[in-house]
């Protein structure tokens, strides 16, 4: 059974920094493109980054450019997202999801964990 757990979330000041990881279990992580989703109150779900299967080549949205870092750690099956200079914007529920930009997601998500930036 696929399983995707994500954590790392909270509450910071606009302008702070999070680290979000996801645990992969229950199928090859080092064969699929990986990538996080988020969804804010409201709204319906918005990419967000992008990761292929060796961490190579990484994709943003333009909301994210610049401030947010995807990585993985195919030794650990374990996708982040480093995310700086947080804005209230991006007060979101964060998902991980399997798949990528070339692959498309297919339909397995985590939980998600929330983000709020407020001060």
């Known amino acids: 059974e696929v399983q995707l757990v994500e954590s790392g979330g909270g509450m910071v000041q606009p302008g702070g920094s999070l680290r979000l990881s996801c645990a992969a279990s229950?199928?090859?992580?080092?064969?699929?493109?990986m990538s996080w989703v988020r969804q804010a109150p409201g709204k319906g779900p918005e990419w967000v980054s992008a990761?292929?299967?060796?961490?190579?080549?990484?994709y943003y949205a333009d909301s994210v450019k610049g401030r947010f870092t995807i990585s993985r750690d195919n030794a650990k099956n374990t996708l982040y997202l480093q995310m700086n200079s947080l804005k209230s914007e991006d007060t979101a529920l964060y998902l991980c999801?399997?798949?990528?930009?070339?692959?498309?997601?297919?339909?397995?998500w985590g939980q998600g964990t929330q983000v709020t930036v407020s001060s």
């Open positions: 999801a399997r798949g990528g930009v070339d692959s498309g997601l297919d339909g397995h």
């Open positions: 229950g199928f090859t992580f080092s064969s699929y493109d």
């Open positions: 990761v292929n299967r060796d961490g190579g080549s990484t």
